[in-house]
């Protein structure tokens, strides 16, 4: 191995040590909870997801709870998680679900009713 390989691999290793220190002792939240496509961190997706599936059958704390948030703290978080001054992505997002289930229920309900119709038109036609 050349001389100049050991360098590189040893600061390879040192920079992955720095950036794992960093990340660990950093004050800096976008570090350690890194957002996605949609602006959003792991928690608060989950808490979305949970949020819209339940359609009000927990509460907003029971929610924040359940996607990981700190139960002494599940309260004041899930207050602020809805607060749409606070977090704007996170309202965007529950709208968005919200609208996208209830047009999927919509959509079945349509199929339904075009099934019994024809299904009506069959036994007349008996």
Do not use: W
Not at 56 to 66: I, K, M, N, V, Y
Not at 104 to 124: S, V
């Amino acid at each position: 191995m050349s001389e100049k390989d050991i360098y590189t691999n040893k600061l390879a290793s040192l920079e992955k040590k720095v950036v794992r220190n960093t990340i660990a002792n950093t004050r800096d939240m976008a570090l350690k909870y890194p957002r996605g496509e949609d602006g959003l961190t792991d928690k608060q997706r989950i808490f979305v997801e949970i949020y819209v599936k339940e359609e009000g059958r927990l509460t907003p704390t029971e929610c924040a709870r359940q996607a990981g948030y700190k139960p002494e703290r599940a309260p004041t978080t899930a207050s602020e998680l809805l607060n749409i001054k606070k977090y704007p992505h996170i309202v965007l997002q529950l709208m968005l679900k919200d609208y996208v289930v209830k047009l999927q229920g919509c959509m079945l309900k349509e199929k339904r009713l075009e099934q019994d119709q024809l299904m009506i038109c069959q036994e007349r036609m008996c």
